[in-house]
Antibody, heavy 120, light 107 residues
Framework: QVQLVESGGGVVQPGRSLRLSCAAS????????MHWVRQAPGKGLEWVAV????????HYVDSVKGRFTISRDNSNNTLYLQMNSLRPEDTAVYYC?????????????WGQGTMVTVSS | DIQMTQSPSSLSASVGDRVTFTCRAS??????LNWYQQKPGKAPKLLIY???NLQSGVPSRFSGSESGTDFTLTISSLQPEDFATYYC?????????FGQGTKLEIK
């Protein structure tokens, strides 16, 4: 079945780095635009980053520009989020999500999320 | 950035009630408005895309509409499994943004 599975979360000290992965299955990964969305504890959803089918286009929310990098490996059906210079305010559950032009860019499929805690 | 404002922030209702959630965009987003349902500890689930289109597998008691920059999500007859938090989301342009959510609670 169509599935996204995130991994790589954990507890990290401020200023350190972490790389999240999102393994896709059940669909043609290279056909879809992919996103990262996060949710701080008890808070709402915040879009983080998007990457086009072929990695030619990437966009980020201002709060992570210059610190986070989104990438993908279409041959291995995997999405990544490299997070550098982490801050306590980056603490959140991070979700990967798939969007499609057929749904006006709506996020149709979501992973289960991976928790990132930035704390000393 | 496009701001999405949801109202109310919380709502108490009973099984069988008709409820409506509202979302207002700070500028025109055409029909690039989507609605999600999120239950505690779970990922969001797409309910409505392009303002008024029901996602496959979502019960027909959910519906969406638009009027300019105002969008509504309606549940025609609340079921016990509908008590959750609902988010609107604009996919018109980056940075994509979500409303702050409306928490639907049992009265």
């Amino acid at each position: 079945q169509v599935q996204l599975v995130e991994s790589g979360g954990g507890v990290v000290q401020p200023g350190r780095s972490l790389r999240l992965s999102c393994a896709a299955s059940g669909f043609i990964f290279s056909d879809y635009i992919m996103h990262w969305v996060r949710q701080a504890p008890g808070k709402g959803l915040e879009w983080v980053a998007v990457i086009s089918y072929d990695e030619s286009k990437k966009h980020y929310v201002d709060s992570v520009k210059g610190r986070f990098t989104i990438s993908r490996d279409n041959s291995n059906n995997t999405l990544y989020l490299q997070m550098n210079s982490l801050r306590p305010e980056d603490t959140a559950v991070y979700y990967c999500a798939q969007s499609s032009g057929r749904r006006n860019g709506a996020f149709e499929i979501w992973g289960q999320g991976t928790m990132v805690t930035v704390s000393s | 950035d496009i701001q999405m404002t949801q109202s109310p922030s919380s709502l108490s209702a009973s099984v069988g009630d008709r409820v409506t959630f509202t979302c207002r965009a700070s500028q025109s987003i055409s029909s690039y408005l989507n609605w999600y349902q999120q239950k505690p500890g779970k990922a969001p689930k797409l309910l409505i895309y392009a303002a008024s289109n029901l996602q496959s597998g979502v019960p027909s008691r959910f519906s969406g509409s638009e009027s300019g920059t105002d969008f509504t999500l309606t549940i025609s007859s609340l079921q016990p499994e509908d008590f959750a938090t609902y988010y609107c989301h604009q996919s018109y342009g980056t940075p994509f943004t979500f409303g702050q959510g409306t928490k639907l609670e049992i009265k």
